[in-house]
C-alpha cells in the first residue's frame, strides 16, 4: 500500500523559507506513470495546488506561487521536497503532498498533511 | 485563474440522494474530462471520490456518482448517510497556465 508523509517544521519566521518533504513508501516514486505534488489548505479554506514533480526532475508550478516555489527530487530516497521563500502570515496553511497521474489531475494518494504556521 | 464554483453548503436527510454543483468555464470543466471530486473530513486529509468526470476508484461506494453537462459537473450521493457528512472539493484540468483548479468547496450536513 502506498504511503506518503510529510515532514519539517511546523513553524517559520515571516520572510524566511519553508521547507517540507515528502517521503514516499509502498512505491517508488521514479514509477513513469506518476507525478508527486503539494497542495496546500490555509485553515478553514479550500485547497491550493503548488506544484508537482515528474521522477526526471520536470516540474510544473502554479503561477501565483512560481516565483516562490521550488520543487525536487531523490529518487535514491524516494522523496520529494518544497521550499517556498519569502514566506508570510498568508503561508499558513496544512501541506499535503500527493500523488497524480502522469497526464492527469486527479491526486489519488495523499499524505496526512503538516501544518506550518509563519510567524514571528 | 478563479476557483471553480461550488455551493457553501448542501444538507439532506438520512436515505434522501443530493447533489453538489461544480461550475466553471470552458477552459476547464466544460473543456474537459478531468473532473475530480474529494471528500475530505475534518482533520483529514482528502479522498478521491469521482476522476474523470463519472469513474469510481476502487474502494468507493456506488452511492457516489459524477456527472457534467456544459460548464457544470455533478456529484451526487445516493442513500446519504451520516459518514457522508464532509467537506466536498471539485477539481479540474483546465487550459490556463494554472493547470490544476480546485472548487471553493462544499459542506454537506446530513440532518
Known amino acids: 500500500q502506498l504511503q506518503l508523509q510529510e515532514s519539517g517544521p511546523g513553524l517559520v519566521k515571516p520572510s524566511e523559507t519553508l521547507s517540507l518533504t515528502c517521503t514516499v513508501s509502498?512505491?517508488?516514486?521514479?514509477?513513469?506513470?506518476?507525478?508527486w505534488g503539494w497542495i496546500r489548505q490555509p485553515p478553514g479554506k479550500g485547497l491550493e495546488w503548488i506544484g508537482s514533480i515528474y521522477y526526471s526532475g520536470s516540474t510544473y508550478y502554479n503561477p501565483s506561487l512560481k516565483s516562490r516555489v521550488t520543487i525536487s527530487v531523490d529518487t535514491s530516497k524516494n522523496q520529494f521536497f518544497l521550499k517556498l521563500s519569502s514566506v508570510t502570515a498568508a503561508d499558513t496553511a496544512t501541506y499535503y503532498c500527493a500523488r497524480h497521474v502522469n497526464g492527469a489531475w486527479d491526486f489519488d494518494y495523499w499524505g496526512q498533511g503538516t501544518l506550518v504556521t509563519v510567524s514571528s | 485563474q478563479s476557483a471553480l464554483t461550488q455551493p457553501a453548503s448542501v444538507s439532506g436527510s438520512p436515505g434522501q440522494s443530493i447533489t453538489i454543483s461544480c461550475t466553471g468555464t470552458?477552459?476547464?470543466?466544460?473543456?474537459?474530462?478531468?473532473v475530480s471530486w474529494y471528500q475530505q473530513h475534518p482533520g483529514k486529509a482528502p479522498k478521491l471520490m469521482i476522476y474523470?468526470?463519472?469513474n469510481r476508484p476502487s474502494g468507493v461506494s456506488n452511492r457516489f456518482s459524477g456527472s457534467k453537462s456544459g460548464n457544470t459537473a455533478s456529484l451526487t450521493i445516493s442513500g446519504l448517510q451520516a459518514e457522508d457528512e464532509a467537506d466536498y472539493y471539485c477539481?479540474?484540468?483546465?487550459?490556463?497556465?494554472?493547470?490544476?483548479?480546485f472548487g471553493t468547496g462544499t459542506k454537506v450536513t446530513v440532518l
Open positions: 477539481s479540474s484540468y483546465t487550459s490556463s497556465s494554472t493547470l490544476n483548479v
Open positions: 509502498g512505491g517508488s516514486i521514479s514509477s513513469s506513470d506518476y507525478y
Open positions: 474523470d468526470v463519472s
Open positions: 470552458s477552459s476547464d470543466v466544460g473543456g474537459y474530462n478531468y
